[in-house]
């Protein structure tokens, strides 16, 4: 948590109140010591992004208040006092005023440092220092002491995930509990929590790739590379799209833990009277950055009226381009139709009343605009991008999807919603009996199903994570089919179906090529690739192969490859000779 709340802050929020309103008791947790954690928690009440009933449980809020259970409790070696601190600073707690943690470091070695946390009644309940290693003075270690208020080590960790792990354990407690993560920094070291009494969920709320590299083969978003690495430990992991999830499982297959479950949107329960709507409206709502691509949107628009169909354009939102984009309204001489709103409450009545709402981002996880939009019967234009716009708009029907960069079509899009009343009114009322699957009860009940399964299936989900395939040879037939043998370990499960799974890379439409054993021996599997595999797959893409385990009524697919790089890559030439790349 944060001073300032972005989307994915805002659903963590909105899961939890949505969870308590339904009789599931929720929590949020929050491992950031914050000064202003007191006033952080009235202003999101207050500003209704979270249930007054809904506890906000921060770490450190706990430890100031609770003692350790009684263990073999020891006095606090304190290595800090070996070294010279020739600086101190104090941040206080801004409800009280009470000294909240005290920072030492030493212009000698700007990697050691010391904090000190306390209590309001000024005794330490926790040490976070990073000395130099007593065997290996040039190494440096961090660790965490818990203290009790007479001073006595209560708990020591090598890390502030240890820490963390171990805090959260306390929490589940012996009680049966749904652990979702949504902050990627969390994720990266809860991929590793286990608990008898936990179920265990992490959420992708953007891609898994760097921006605008391709989901299928482009370098991995740093962010999330550890929870990808570690994809087999959670019993859950959510994509908020089909098409998201869909480029996840053919890149790195199906451990049969993922699930498709969208951000809540709930709009007016009646669509606001299309009478009311401004024949000129147009919207944008979104941040200002170079991600959501705003100067497209303004070009659009000025598209619109250099085609002289009435217009005015609403920017709702603001960030780090404003600037830019005042200038470019200026320099195309649209200071009279644009308008800069800022950040508003009255976003839903702003949609009630427009005709269509742009969005031009340069990539999306889900577009809650969209969604808003679309639940207010408000009608979008949107780029075709990954992931989310394509999983929302019906094409022509709930809304207008246009190419990448295509603003001529773009234009013609928002001019026939401006000026084809029966058309937009049609569309509206399409988007807004669509947008109902996105609401609150709808995901409450996807959530809840996800969860169950999971539960349920979590020692069977385990078992079959450690199911692997790997290539051992591949042989021409003499009737020209391909063989390919692959090895695996099964970790001593009874397979109830085995698959190899033949699709065309980046083309879901497709259908994929499926084929079964024709021999089993004891090191592995052999599979015949049919002849007629590029009549069945006719695209000019490449197939990649999956293997697909079935076991216990859970599934897991992974992809196929060797356990080592080959040295050498064989070839057949386009007059069948064989040669080596």
């Known amino acids: 948590m944060g001073e300032t709340f972005g989307g994915m802050t805002a659903m963590c929020l909105k899961r939890a109140s949505l969870f308590h309103e339904r009789g599931v008791p929720s929590a949020v947790v929050s491992f950031r010591p914050s000064p202003e954690f007191a006033s952080i928690r009235s202003s999101l009440v207050a500003a209704k992004k979270l249930h007054p009933d809904v506890p906000i449980i921060n770490l450190h809020e706990y430890y100031a208040s609770v003692v350790e259970e009684p263990m073999p409790a020891r006095p606090d070696p304190q290595e800090h006092k070996n070294f010279k601190w020739n600086h101190h600073t104090t941040t206080r707690r801004e409800s009280d005023g009470t000294n909240f943690f005290t920072d030492h470091s030493s212009r000698l070695n700007e990697g050691l440092s010391y904090r000190e946390y306390f209590r309001p009644d000024g005794?330490?309940?926790?040490?976070?220092?990073v000395l130099p290693l007593a065997s290996n003075p040039q190494k440096t270690h961090r660790v965490l002491r818990i203290l009790d208020p007479q001073g006595l080590v209560q708990g020591e960790f090598d890390g502030a995930s240890e820490f963390y792990k171990h805090w959260l354990a306390k929490l589940v407690g012996e009680t049966e509990t749904d652990v979702i993560v949504d902050s990627k920094f969390s994720a990266g070291f809860l991929w590793s929590f286990e608990h008898p009494m936990a179920t265990k969920f992490v959420n992708f709320h953007s891609t898994h790739v760097s921006a605008g590299a391709n989901p299928l083969t482009g370098k991995l978003s740093e962010a999330h590379q550890t929870i990808i690495s570690n994809r087999e430990n959670w019993d859950g992991i959510t994509f908020l799209t089909k098409s998201q999830r869909q480029a996840f499982v053919e890149r790195f297959g199906d451990q049969g833990n993922t699930v498709v479950i969208s951000n809540p949107v709930d709009g007016p329960d009646a669509i606001p009277d299309f009478a009311k709507r401004d024949r000129t409206k147009v919207l944008h709502v979104g941040r200002f950055t170079k991600g959501k691509n705003v100067s497209e949107v303004i070009e659009i628009v000025h598209g619109v009226a250099s085609g002289g169909t009435p217009v005015s354009l609403d920017l709702i939102g603001d960030g780090g381009q404003h600037k830019e984009l005042a200038e470019l309204v200026r320099d195309l001489a649209m200071d009279d139709i644009v308008r800069f709103r800022g950040h508003i409450d009255t976003v839903e009545n702003e949609l009630a009343t427009a005709r269509t709402l742009i969005l031009c981002s340069k990539f999306e996880g889900q577009s809650l605009a969209l969604l808003e939009a679309q639940a207010s019967g408000c009608v979008p234009v949107s780029y075709d991008v990954d992931f989310g716009p394509r999983d929302v708009i019906e094409r022509g029907a709930t809304g207008f999807l246009v190419p990448f960069h295509d603003r001529e079509a773009a234009i013609r899009a928002v001019t026939q919603l401006l000026t084809d009343d029966a058309l937009c009114e049609e569309m509206s009322q399409n988007a807004f009996k669509m947008a109902t699957k996105y609401n609150s009860d709808a995901i409450f009940e996807q959530w809840i199903?996800?969860?169950?399964?999971?539960?349920?299936?979590?020692?069977?989900?385990?078992?079959?994570?450690?199911?692997k395939a790997r290539l051992s040879a591949i042989r021409f037939r003499p009737d020209g089919t391909l063989e390919i043998e692959i090895g695996t370990e099964l970790e001593g499960l009874q397979l109830d179906?085995?698959?190899?799974?033949?699709?065309?890379?980046?083309?879901?439409?497709?259908?994929?090529?499926?084929c079964v054993p024709f021999r089993e021996t004891e090191d592995g599997f052999g599979f015949v690739v049919p002849t007629d595999l590029r009549a069945r797959i006719p695209g000019d893409g490449p197939i990649d192969l999956h293997v697909r385990f079935e076991t216990g009524g859970i599934g897991r697919t992974?992809?196929?490859?060797?356990?080592?790089?080959?040295?050498?890559?064989?070839?057949?030439?386009?007059?069948?000779?064989?040669?080596?790349?």
Do not use: C, H, W
């Open 123 to 129: 005794t330490i309940y926790l040490t976070d220092s």
């Open 449 to 467: 199903q996800a969860l169950d399964t999971a539960r349920a299936n979590q020692s069977s989900r385990k078992a079959v994570a450690g199911m």
């Open 497 to 514: 179906g085995l698959e190899l799974v033949l699709s065309e890379r980046g083309n879901p439409a497709t259908p994929p090529v499926k």
């Open 558 to 581: 992974v992809r196929l490859g060797a356990d080592m790089k080959p040295v050498a890559y064989p070839f057949i030439t386009a007059y069948g000779n064989l040669s080596i790349k």
